[in-house]
C-alpha cells in the first residue's frame, strides 16, 4: 500500500536549536497534515496544508506542502524542552484516505 | 469546547478474551474515526464512521474486530477473541463534516491494550 517515508527516524539536538523534518512519498497526496504526540496521549494537529507550495506557521513551527505534492516538510524553530515528543505526518491520498507516517522521535539534550 | 473522551485508559486482558472500548467524540463532529498505534508506528485507521454510517472498514480485520455508532455520537469498539498481536494503543478522532475540514481529526488519549 501507499507509504509515507519519515526522516529523520530519530533527532538528538541541544535546547535553543533549529529542527527540520520531511515527509515524502512515491504517490501524489492532496493534503498534508503534522501532528506532535507526547507519551501517553493522542496525536495533536499542528498544521494542515491544503495547496502544493503552500507555505504555513504556527508560532515557531513552520511547515511546506512540496510542489510535486509528494512531500512535506516541519520546522521548528529555536526548539525548547516542550517540543521533545513525536512528530507525525500524515497524507490525504486521491482515495480520501489519510495515511500516516512512522513519526520522528525528538530529544533535547540538556 | 471538551476533547474526544476514551475508555478505559489502560486494559490487560489474556489471549481469546474479549475486550470493548469506548469514544465519546466532540460535540457535533459527524466522523469519527478508530485507530491502531502499535508501539514505535504511526496511527492506522480500522473504520471511519460518517454519523453512524461506515464509511471504510477496508483495515478492519472483520473475522475479531466489530464496531458501531449506533446513534451517531458514542462508538464501541469490540476485539473478540484477542491475539498477542492486537497489543496496541487504540486511538479513538472526530472531525467536523465538510470535505476540507474532515481532514482535520482531533485525538482522544487513546485506550492501551496488553494481551497476554
Known amino acids: 500500500g501507499q507509504q509515507l517515508n519519515q526522516s529523520p527516524q530519530s533527532m538528538f539536538i541541544q535546547e535553543g536549536e533549529d529542527v527540520s523534518m520531511n515527509c515524502t512519498s512515491s504517490?501524489?497526496?492532496?493534503?498534508w497534515l503534522w501532528y506532535k504526540q507526547d507519551p501517553g496521549e493522542g496525536p495533536v494537529l499542528l498544521i494542515a496544508?491544503?495547496?502544493?507550495?503552500e507555505l504555513t506557521s504556527n508560532g515557531r513551527l513552520t511547515a511546506q506542502f512540496g510542489i510535486t505534492r509528494k512531500d512535506s516538510f516541519l520546522n521548528i524553530s529555536a526548539s525548547i524542552p516542550s517540543d521533545v515528543g513525536i512528530y507525525f505526518c500524515?497524507?490525504?491520498?486521491?482515495?480520501?484516505?489519510?495515511?500516516f507516517g512512522k513519526g520522528t522521535r525528538l530529544h533535547i539534550l540538556p | 469546547e471538551a476533547g474526544v473522551a476514551q475508555s478505559p485508559r489502560y486494559k490487560i486482558i489474556e489471549k481469546r478474551q474479549s475486550v470493548a472500548f469506548w469514544c465519546n467524540p466532540i460535540?457535533?463532529?459527524?466522523?469519527l474515526y478508530w485507530y491502531q498505534q502499535i508501539l514505535g508506528q504511526g496511527p492506522k485507521l480500522l473504520i471511519q464512521?460518517?454519523?453512524?454510517?461506515?464509511?471504510?472498514d477496508s483495515q478492519l480485520p472483520k473475522d475479531r474486530f466489530s464496531a458501531e455508532r449506533l446513534k451517531g455520537v458514542d462508538s464501541t469498539l469490540k476485539i473478540q477473541p484477542a491475539k498477542l498481536e492486537d497489543s496496541a494503543v487504540y486511538l479513538c478522532?472526530?472531525?467536523?463534516?465538510?470535505?476540507?475540514?474532515?481532514?482535520?481529526?482531533?485525538f482522544g488519549p487513546g485506550t492501551r491494550l496488553t494481551v497476554t
Open positions: 478522532a472526530s472531525s467536523r463534516s465538510g470535505r476540507r475540514d474532515s481532514y482535520e481529526q482531533y
Open positions: 504517490s501524489i497526496f492532496n493534503t
Open positions: 496544508l491544503y495547496k502544493a507550495g
Open positions: 500524515a497524507g490525504q491520498n486521491r482515495d480520501d484516505k489519510i495515511i
Open positions: 460535540s457535533g463532529h459527524a466522523t
Open positions: 464512521f460518517q454519523n453512524n454510517g461506515v464509511v471504510d
